[in-house]
C-alpha cells in the first residue's frame, strides 16, 4: 500500500501538471470509486472545477480547487494516478477514473483492487474532515519527539499497532513503520505508552530516516505503485527489515526474523530490536500459571 513517501512522490509529480489546469471532462467508470455517492453526479460537479493546490496530508492526496472544494484521494493498496499523452488514450481494464484537463492532456485513475476513494468535499469540510482522522506530519518541523510521546502515551496496544494508527502519526503503513522501528532498535510487540526520552528520540529520528531514505528514492515499487510518469521508485531495493525474513541483519548479521503484530507481517531483528525485560518477564510468568491451571482442571 502506498505509505508516505509515494503518495508523496505522486504529489510531486501531479503538482505541476494539475495547478492552474481546469477539469474540462471527468468520467467516472467505476461507482465503487465515489459510493455512496453516484459517480456520474460526482463527474459532473467536478467538471468545471479548477485547480489551486495538489497537497498531501498523510496518505490522502488534497486537490484544492478555486471554488473552496476539495478532493481526496486515497490510493489505498493498489490505486495510481498516471498523466497520459495528450490525445491517446491507450486501453487499460483497470481504470477508473479519467479526467481531461484544458490542456488537453488527461490524468487516469487505476486501482487494480478497487480499494482506492475519491471524496469531493465543499469548502470548509476538508480540514475538519481530516483533522479528525490524520495525526501529526512526521517531516513537518512542529513534529518533535516529545510531540511522538504525547501520541504514543494514549495508545493501549503494541509501539507496531500505536505506529499504524494514522492519528498517532500520518503517513505510516506497515514498511515504513518496520523500517523505522529497527531504525531506532525498538521491539514492535512492546507497549506504545512505555518508551523513555532516549527511546522517543531514536523512535523520532528513526522515522523521519526511514520516510527520508523512501522519499529520496521516489517511494517503493511493490504490487502496482507508479508514479504519473509511470516509473516507479527504487526503495524496493534497500530495506532495512520490510520483506527481508532470513536474510542478515544490516547491523549485527542476524537473519531477520517474521512475526506477525496488530493482524499485519512483521519483520524486526531479534537481536537489534530485543525485547525490554519486563516484557520477557511477563511472558514466561504467564506460561507457568497457564500450565498450574491446565493440571488443576
Ligand atoms: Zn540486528
Known amino acids: 500500500m502506498p505509505e508516505l513517501p509515494e503518495v508523496e512522490s505522486v504529489r510531486r509529480q501531479l503538482e505541476p501538471a494539475l495547478v492552474g489546469r481546469r477539469f474540462e471532462r471527468v468520467r467516472i467508470d467505476d461507482a465503487r470509486l ?7 453526479e460526482v463527474a459532473a460537479e467536478l467538471e468545471g472545477e479548477r485547480v ?9 492526496l488534497v486537490v484544492r480547487f478555486e471554488s473552496g472544494r476539495v478532493l481526496l484521494i486515497h490510493l489505498r493498496m493498489t490505486g495510481s494516478v498516471l498523466r ?44 475538519p474532515y481530516l483533522a479528525a482522522r490524520v495525526g501529526d506530519e512526521p517531516l513537518d518541523r512542529l513534529f518533535t519527539a516529545s510531540r511522538l510521546g ?9 509501539l507496531k499497532a500505536a505506529l499504524l494508527d494514522q492519528r498517532t502519526v500520518a503517513g505510516l503503513g506497515n514498511i515504513y513503520a518496520d523500517e523505522a522501528l529497527w531504525r531506532a532498535r525498538l521491539n514492535p510487540l512492546r507497549p506504545a505508552a512505555g518508551l523513555d526520552r532516549a527511546e522517543l528520540r531514536r523512535l523520532h529520528r528513526g522515522i523521519r530516516a526511514a520516510l527520508e531514505h523512501g522519499l529520496a528514492r521516489q517511494g517503493s515499487t511493490l504490487r502496482d505503485y507508479r508514479l ?17 525474513r532470513d536474510e542478515p541483519c544490516d547491523r549485527c548479521g542476524t537473519p531477520i526474523a517474521r512475526t506477525r503484530v496488530a493482524g499485519r507481517t512483521t519483520w524486526f531483528c531479534t537481536t537489534c530490536q530485543p525485547e ?14 497457564r500450565s498450574r491451571l491446565q493440571s488443576s482442571l
Open 34 to 40: 465515489v459510493r455512496p455517492h453516484d459517480p456520474v
Open 52 to 60: 489551486a493546490a495538489v497537497e498531501r496530508r498523510g496518505k490522502y
Open 276 to 289: 525490554e525485560p519486563a516484557q520477557a518477564a511477563r511472558r514466561s510468568s504467564r506460561r507457568p500459571s
Open 150 to 158: 504525547e501520541g504514543l502515551a494514549r495508545r493501549r496496544t503494541s
Open 84 to 127: 497520459l499523452p495528450v490525445g491517446s488514450l491507450p486501453g487499460d481494464p483497470h481504470r477508473r477514473a479519467v479526467v481531461t484537463l484544458d490542456d488537453g492532456s488527461d490524468v487516469g485513475y487505476r486501482d487494480v483492487r478497487r480499494f482506492g476513494t475519491w471524496l469531493l468535499l465543499e469548502p470548509g469540510e476538508a480540514d
Open 228 to 244: 504519473p510518469d509511470g516509473t516507479g521508485g527504487t526503495m524496493q531495493d534497500e530495506f532495512r527489515v520490510y520483506g527481508r
